[in-house]
Protein backbone atom coordinates (compact mmCIF):
# COMPACT_ATOMS: atom_id res chain seq x y z
CA UNK A 1 0.00 0.00 0.00
CA UNK A 2 1.48 3.52 -0.55
CA UNK A 3 2.09 5.77 1.91
CA UNK A 4 2.48 9.63 0.66
CA UNK A 5 5.10 11.36 1.36
CA UNK A 6 3.41 14.31 2.60
CA UNK A 7 2.14 12.38 4.93
CA UNK A 8 5.46 11.30 6.21
CA UNK A 9 5.86 15.47 6.41
CA UNK A 10 2.15 15.38 8.34
CA UNK A 11 3.22 13.40 10.81
CA UNK A 12 6.88 14.76 11.54
CA UNK A 13 4.43 17.70 12.07
CA UNK A 14 2.82 15.69 14.72
CA UNK A 15 5.73 14.54 16.21
CA UNK A 16 7.20 17.99 16.91
CA UNK A 17 4.43 18.52 19.19
CA UNK A 18 3.95 15.87 21.21
CA UNK A 19 4.28 15.88 24.88
CA UNK A 20 7.11 13.40 25.82
CA UNK A 21 9.17 10.88 23.55
CA UNK A 22 8.51 9.23 21.09
CA UNK A 23 10.42 6.47 19.58
CA UNK A 24 9.93 5.52 15.17
CA UNK A 25 11.45 2.69 13.36
CA UNK A 26 11.35 3.26 9.39
CA UNK A 27 12.66 2.37 6.24
CA UNK A 28 15.86 4.31 5.10
CA UNK A 29 15.60 6.90 2.82
CA UNK A 30 17.06 10.16 1.25
CA UNK A 31 13.60 11.74 1.99
CA UNK A 32 12.64 10.46 5.61
CA UNK A 33 15.92 11.66 6.40
CA UNK A 34 14.93 14.71 4.94
CA UNK A 35 11.36 15.03 6.57
CA UNK A 36 12.80 13.73 10.04
CA UNK A 37 15.91 16.25 10.16
CA UNK A 38 15.15 17.86 12.84
CA UNK A 39 15.17 14.92 15.07
CA UNK A 40 17.91 12.51 16.67
CA UNK A 41 18.43 10.06 13.96
CA UNK A 42 20.34 6.41 14.47
CA UNK A 43 20.85 3.88 11.48
CA UNK A 44 20.63 0.23 12.44
CA UNK A 45 21.17 -2.67 10.48
CA UNK A 46 17.70 -4.99 9.45
CA UNK A 47 17.67 -8.27 7.96
CA UNK A 48 14.19 -8.99 6.36
CA UNK A 49 12.20 -12.17 6.74
CA UNK A 50 9.28 -13.77 5.69
CA UNK A 51 7.86 -16.43 8.24
CA UNK A 52 11.98 -15.87 10.27
CA UNK A 53 13.06 -18.89 8.52
CA UNK A 54 16.00 -17.62 6.85
CA UNK A 55 18.16 -14.64 6.88
CA UNK A 56 17.14 -12.54 3.94
CA UNK A 57 19.51 -9.44 2.41
CA UNK A 58 20.66 -6.55 4.83
CA UNK A 59 19.15 -3.69 4.96
CA UNK A 60 18.81 -0.49 7.16
CA UNK A 61 16.15 0.96 9.39
CA UNK A 62 16.05 4.01 10.59
CA UNK A 63 14.87 4.38 14.23
CA UNK A 64 13.95 8.44 15.04
CA UNK A 65 13.47 9.89 18.53
CA UNK A 66 12.11 12.82 19.94
Known amino acids: MYFP ?3 YQ ?3 EMLCNLQGQTI ?3 NDHPDI ?4 KG ?4 TVDIY ?3 GG ?4 PKSQELVIQT
Do not use: H
Request: glycine residues 4%; positive net charge.
Open 5 to 7: FDQ
Open 10 to 12: AMA
Open 24 to 26: LSI
Open 33 to 36: RRIF
Open 39 to 42: FSIK
Open 48 to 50: YTV
Open 53 to 56: ANRG
